[in-house]
Nanobody, 117 residues
């Protein structure tokens, strides 16, 4: 059974940092193009970062320069390092793994990030 499980969310003060992890089981994360999405209450889901299976990254304008995604295929895990957090970063963050050209796509369950003083 394939699963992607996020961890690392929590409550942090503005200006603080968190590192989210997305760990895969039942599959090799190395074959997936990974995306980090977030959804705040009343808002549409937003793609904030992605990393290809080759390691290329791309970020939304809202997080560029503050968030960094990386992958450790040996640990079957993808990370989202979030620095200089702002209250508007508050959302449920989810990882998504997709294999190009196959229709294979998996979602994690999400982890809550709250930025508040």
């Amino acid at each position: 059974q394939v699963q992607f499980v996020e961890s690392g969310g929590g409550l942090v003060q503005p200006g603080g940092s968190l590192r989210l992890s997305c760990a895969a089981s039942g599959t090799m994360i190395s074959i997936y193009n990974m995306g980090w999405y977030r959804q705040a209450p009343g808002k549409q889901r937003e793609l904030v970062a992605r990393i290809t299976n080759g390691g290329s990254t791309k970020y939304s304008d809202s997080v560029k320069g503050r968030f960094t995604t990386s992958r450790d295929n040996a640990k079957n895990t993808v990370y989202l390092q979030m620095n200089s957090l702002k209250p508007e970063d508050t959302a449920v963050y989810s990882c998504n793994g997709a294999v190009t050209g196959t229709g294979i796509r998996y979602w994690g369950q999400g982890t809550q990030v709250t930025v508040s003083s």
